[in-house]
């Protein structure tokens, strides 16, 4: 009788871990939307500037889906996998950037995406990426005569990219690493253009060359991917490729 106590609780024990298996197992990842620092565009609304189209791929893609409108604090991304930056106006403190480090560091995923870089900057910085101080102008592949809304069609091997012939931005910052933690991964034409602004002899200044317009790479223990642009994930612009690049970008950050 002894022996049948023994085995039956054993069988117990047994079942209850294999219940724990499952239910770790099926436990969601987490990403979190920042909306606490100016973001005109939200994840819960279906106008056409806004995010729910992107929220609801990485719905699709098995995610818990959740947004924060406060102070990102290391307790606040201590159950968070993935954080997403998309169009912030409000530069984040100090504290806030190294808490953001902290989240790389010990394994969590990154994905940002400027409207204006300069509230940016820290961030940017502290993972290896600089930006321009004004938007591409593109010459090659434009989208309704718009200098400023084209076709990027010049892709690295990244797995980011797979299967994609190329996407579309509208009003793009150029990115670049500034060391070994981060690659482009993305650039213009040749004949693209940015504006510097004015010369001593008061005509204006162009740098003309390719550059960069999204850029990943890794902090400590975690990835990390930047575009130079907000709009390719906005409802209004989740076409068949943003849209697949959209997918792409899920799956990248699990």
Excluded at 116 to 143: K, M, T, Y
Excluded at 150 to 177: E, H, I, K, M, Q
Excluded at 222 to 250: K, M, S, T, W, Y
Aim: proline share 4%; charged share 20%.
């Amino acid at each position: 009788m002894e022996r049948v106590r023994v085995i039956a609780g054993m069988t117990v024990v047994l079942i209850v871990l294999c219940m724990a298996g499952v239910s770790n197992a099926s436990a969601k990842q987490v990403v979190l939307f920042d909306e606490g620092h100016g973001q005109r565009f939200s994840i819960g609304e279906k106008g056409p500037l806004h995010l729910a189209g992107l929220a609801e791929r990485f719905r699709m893609g098995g995610f818990e889906v959740t947004q924060s409108t406060g102070i990102l604090a290391d307790g606040t991304l201590a159950a968070t996998d993935v954080l997403v930056l998309s169009g912030p106006f409000t530069p984040y403190a100090p504290d806030e950037v190294a808490a953001i480090a902290h989240f790389l560091e010990r394994g969590g995923r990154l994905a940002v995406m400027l409207h204006v870089a300069p509230p940016l900057g820290d961030v940017l910085h502290r993972i290896g990426v600089d930006f321009s101080n004004g938007v591409i102008r593109e010459h090659d592949n434009v989208i309704g005569d718009e200098p400023l809304n084209f076709r990027v069609t010049s892709l690295a091997g990244d797995p980011l990219l797979a299967g994609l012939g190329g996407f579309s931005v509208y009003g793009c910052w150029a990115l670049t690493n500034i060391d070994s933690r981060a690659t482009i991964i993305a650039s213009t034409g040749a004949r693209a253009s940015v504006d510097l602004g004015t010369g001593a002899d008061g005509k204006p200044l162009q740098a003309v060359q390719s550059f960069g317009v999204a850029v990943a790479g890794k902090l400590g223990q975690g990835r990390f991917v930047v575009f130079g642009d907000d709009a390719i994930f906005q409802n209004r612009f989740l076409d068949v490729d943003n849209r697949h690049l959209a997918d792409n970008l899920v799956q990248w950050l699990k």
